[in-house]
């Protein structure tokens, strides 16, 4: 299994990033995946999820502000961040749900205020 997170950078308050995670060694088609991030000294946590049938879910201090949708033709997800604030600094990376496959390489974002 890989999982290949990029479109991380530095990007300031009220800015955009859309991060992409490219996944190879499973049946992507068949699982529902997530974004999870992870920010200096707190532990990884769940961001968004989004099913085989392309339904999102949001962690309450990400609604409203992303959007998660999936490509099966290209096994990609995406997470799409508005309106970015300081506290979304993080590592994000992307998984099955429920982190049941090894982690990959995630990517960094940065939001200055």
């Known amino acids: 299994v890989q999982l290949q997170a990029s479109g991380g950078g530095l990007v300031q308050a009220g800015g955009s990033l859309r991060l992409s995670c490219v996944a190879s060694?499973?049946?992507?088609?068949?699982?529902?995946m997530a974004w999870y991030r992870q920010a200096p000294g707190k532990q990884r946590e769940w961001v968004a999820s989004?099913?085989?049938?392309?339904?999102?879910d949001y962690a309450d201090s990400v609604k409203d502000r992303a959007t998660v949708s999936r490509d099966n033709a290209k096994n990609t997800i995406y997470l799409q961040m508005n309106n970015l604030k300081p506290e979304d600094t993080a590592v994000y990376y992307c998984?099955?749900?429920?982190?049941?496959?090894?982690w990959g390489q995630g990517t960094l974002v940065t939001v200055s205020s």
């Open positions: 060694g499973i049946f992507f088609s068949l699982n529902d």
């Open positions: 989004v099913s085989i049938t392309g339904h999102g």
């Open positions: 998984n099955g749900l429920y982190a049941k496959f090894s």
